[in-house]
């Protein structure tokens, strides 16, 4: 069964560094997203992607976060300057162009400590 | 600003005895709603959805009752298996074309004693 890969499963980095973390979405989809767990709270949206743009953004996705898609198969997530409450674990998805109600198919996560 | 509640962060539940995990929501806008699973290290897996036109969907095991006038859904297991114990999300989306942005709610963690 086709799934969406993540590197690297766990990242620790020292405040103010940058991140970036990885993700291999299924190959025929179009629709990628970036969602991140708190520990103990819910699961959040931070962004969309299609057609090479961001398709919506939440409010937690401020100028510090970016993604790219910078070769037709990884989509990355980069944090500059990491704050301490960046600490979470990080989700990517994707998904088909109809498949609203199918759900995303999600990665198993990056769990990012910031230090 | 919860649109997606689940108000109990957990349920246990003999095997074999049926599961009843609640959600509630806000936002009248959303058009379908979504279940996923979540095990420890894994990310979440989708299990069941249901449009707001319907009001029941069901998939072997699983199904999934929407109440649109109390803005409330469940989702019910039977009959429950120990392999179901992990944590359920409810999830909404308000869809714009094929992206659709999902609000979870936080969770309810579900026990199977065998």
């Known amino acids: 069964e086709p799934e969406v890969t993540q590197t690297p499963s766990h990242q620790v980095t020292q405040m103010g560094q940058e991140v970036i973390l990885r993700c291999v979405p299924i190959?025929?989809?179009?629709?990628f997203y970036w969602y991140r767990q708190i520990l103990g709270q819910k699961v959040e949206f931070l962004v969309s992607f299609y057609n090479n743009e961001i398709s919506e953004k939440s409010e937690i996705f401020d100028d510090r976060f970016s993604v790219e898609r910078p070769d037709g198969s990884n989509f990355t997530l980069k944090i500059r300057s990491t704050k301490l409450e960046d600490s979470a674990m990080y989700f990517c998805?994707?998904?088909?162009?109809?498949?609203?109600?199918?759900?995303?198919?999600f990665g198993s996560g990056t769990r990012l400590t910031v230090v | 600003d919860q649109q997606v509640k689940q108000n109990s962060p957990s349920l246990s539940v003999q095997e074999g005895r049926i599961s009843i995990l609640n959600c509630d929501y806000t936002n009248s806008m959303f058009d379908y709603f979504l279940w996923y699973k979540k095990y420890p290290a894994e990310g979440p897996t989708f299990l069941i959805s249901?449009?707001?036109?319907?009001d029941k969907n069901e998939d072997g095991r699983f199904t999934v009752f929407l109440n649109k006038s109390a803005k409330h859904l469940s989702l019910h297991i039977v009959p429950s298996q120990p392999g179901d114990s992990a944590v359920y999300f409810c999830a909404a989306s308000e869809g714009q074309g094929g992206s659709e942005k999902l609000v979870f709610g936080k969770g309810t963690k579900l026990t199977v004693n065998p």
């Open positions: 998805a994707s998904s088909g162009l109809w498949e609203r109600g199918l759900g995303y198919t």
């Open positions: 249901i449009s707001s036109i319907k």
């Open positions: 190959s025929n989809h179009l629709y």
